[in-house]
């Protein structure tokens, strides 16, 4: 089996290690390009939003790289996404490279229960046992935690020295990737620690980061937000990842309880998607001091504009600015920053008010 999938940011490291303990040869998503955006944009109804445009760009590249079986997330609720792998696996069966077309398998994933997952699906797929499935999976939570303790550090240590956060990135990344033991992760999770700890200081403009989770993850489809964030000496606060994720689908995000509780001022009902956990978080890092708020989704997501409407409430309640960004293959790097720059010093401006 010569495996594949979409790129997912840092998280991608983990996803390729849990293929390839299943027994799978990784064909390793390329670095999202223009051309990405490019075949995925050509051959995507033009409405769908960016997500389902990147990733099927990904997926044509995957198959041109000799990919034969391909593995997309997919939900089962109210949000378009559920049925975004039925639509990208007909599209790659039409429109796919030649030498590949409808000699592939794909599989839609996370759809399933956490049994269903484990004792019926992945053991079919890949021919082997639960036993196997369960050791992968253990070892792909303690990887994405590892990445999230990681980002979490990164964000903070690039608001207070960017060119140092930048080069021990590329260093960390790669220990990353060849981490695959146990001992090996535990390891590398205390020296991450080590070296990326920084202070708590009062001075650092906090912003917190919320939104659609593939915008949460994606540098690409974000255009490096947190990064360029980071480079303007702000400390982002994000709460969205692989490892968030999957403890969801477990049912063990306890975490999650909490936000629900928090948006229910604003959101009765859950309107599919991730609205309840974009505004829960937004409300939990407004409670935990934040000087503003981001809010990133793919233009034309339904859930995320519901979600919008909610915080312009919130930043009235709580006299805190928000700023929502939607994205579609139109939006430029110029205007983003921006209007980043302009949201920073508007925060900046604030906060002195006050000091």
């Known amino acids: 089996m010569r495996a594949s999938f979409p790129s997912f940011g840092y998280e991608t490291l983990a996803l390729k290690s849990f293929l390839k303990n299943l027994g799978a040869e990784v064909i390793l998503p390329r670095d999202l390009t223009k ?15 960016l997500p389902f445009k990147i990733t099927l760009g990904n997926f044509y590249e995957a198959l041109e790289m000799g990919a034969d079986t391909l593995f997309m997330a997919a939900g089962a609720k109210k949000c378009r996404f559920g049925y975004y792998h039925f639509l990208q696996e007909k599209i790659l069966r039409e429109k796919g490279p030649i030498v590949q077309s409808g000699s592939f398998n794909f599989y839609p ?13 992945m053991p ?13 999976l253990i070892l792909l939570l303690a990887k994405s935690s590892l990445i999230e303790d990681f980002k979490e550090l990164l964000r903070k240590k690039r608001a207070v020295d960017f060119a140092e956060a930048e080069r021990l990135e590329k260093i960390f990344l790669k220990k990353i990737e060849r981490a695959e033991k146990f001992s090996e992760i535990l390891w590398l999770k205390k020296e991450i620690k080590k070296i990326l700890w920084v202070e708590d200081r009062d001075d650092l403009l906090k912003v917190g980061l ?6 949460m993850i994606e540098p690409f489809a974000n255009q490096e937000m947190e990064k360029e964030l980071g480079r303007m000496g702000v400390w982002v606060l994000a709460k969205r990842s692989l490892y968030r994720h999957l403890m969801h689908l477990l049912k063990l995000d306890w975490e999650f309880l909490k936000f629900y509780f928090l948006a229910r001022r604003y959101l009765k009902d859950s309107p599919g998607g991730e609205a309840i956990r974009t505004l829960g978080e937004a409300l939990d890092f407004i409670k935990k001091g934040v000087d503003g708020i981001i809010h990133i989704f793919p233009f034309t997501c339904m859930p995320e504009n519901i979600a919008m409407e909610a915080l312009k409430e919130v930043s009235k309640d709580y006299d805190v600015p928000v700023l929502s960004l939607s994205f579609d293959e139109h939006t430029s790097k110029t205007g983003l920053l921006t209007r980043l720059e302009a949201f920073v010093e508007l925060i900046k401006r604030k906060r002195s008010k006050f000091c």
Not at 210 to 215: A, T
């Open 35 to 49: 051309r990405t955006l490019e075949i995925g944009v050509k051959l995507s109804p033009e409405m769908i939003c």
């Open 109 to 121: 994933v996370s759809q399933y229960t956490p049994y269903q997952f484990v004792f019926e699906k």
């Open 124 to 136: 079919k797929i890949f021919a082997t046992t639960p036993h196997k499935v369960i050791r992968a």
């Open 210 to 215: 919320v939104g659609e989770i593939y915008f």
